[in-house]
């Protein structure tokens, strides 16, 4: 694992440890610590994994971007520290996990970089989003989302059809058809954006209940708590990979 800033690798695996779903172990010219980001629930005295941002300092880190100030101070601290965005968590043996990414940046199984609240943005245009959690991972090749539709949207789409219970959101978050019309809108809004394939949603899930604060769903300030959003929809995410086997 590493980035351009670390002049590439700062942890190797070794063949002593032949495991998956980790990165290695630091290099002896690196130092590896993990920052506390308490607006995601991670921090380094979690059980029975220490999370939070990896942050390295070595010899093999840059001294900063070329002219540009701003951003160098914005990754680099005083004494060293490079804050990578990665969220990492240390393993038992030793080695590190990357488990998330700080600026919602996350990569596809065919290593395509995904920009999590800039499509969410696009797809909030949609008359019938009222909320949309975006979520897609290495090991998928394209994005799902729970979306929670816009009331009046809906119910103006249902009584142009003359459907029973257009106010009863549980019950038309349950219609194949609503679903379909989402989807549909959705792919509008995409194309009129000339979003990429990979950034196109492919399944939805519709769920009638809006995202709180109450829920932790999202903060104070109703920016959406993603490990949260992805917890509480595990099982409805799954269902959405699952359904494309």
Known sequence: YGLT????????????????AHVGMPQPNVQIRLADVPDMNYTSADL???????????????????????KSAEVLSADGWFSTGDIGAWNADGTLSIIDRKKNIF?????????AEKIENIY???????????????????????????????QAWAAERKLPDGTNLAAMAARPDLKAAILA?????????KLNGFECVKDIHVHPDVFTVEHDLVTPTFKLKRPQLKAYFQRQIDAMYAAAL
């Open 5 to 20: 800033e670390t002049s590439a690798t700062a942890t190797l695996s070794i063949p002593d440890i032949p495991v998956g």
């Open 48 to 70: 029975p994994r220490p999370r939070g941002e990896i942050c390295i300092r070595g010899n093999n880190v840059f001294l900063g971007y070329y002219k540009d100030a701003k």
């Open 107 to 115: 990569k596809l199984a065919q290593g395509e970089y995904v920009a």
């Open 124 to 154: 909030a245009k949609s008359p019938f989003v009222g909320q949309i959690f975006l979520y897609g991972d290495s090991y998928q090749s394209y994005l799902v989302a729970v979306v929670v539709p816009d009331p009046e949207v809906v």
């Open 185 to 193: 809108s959705m792919a509008e809004v995409a194309n009129d954006a």
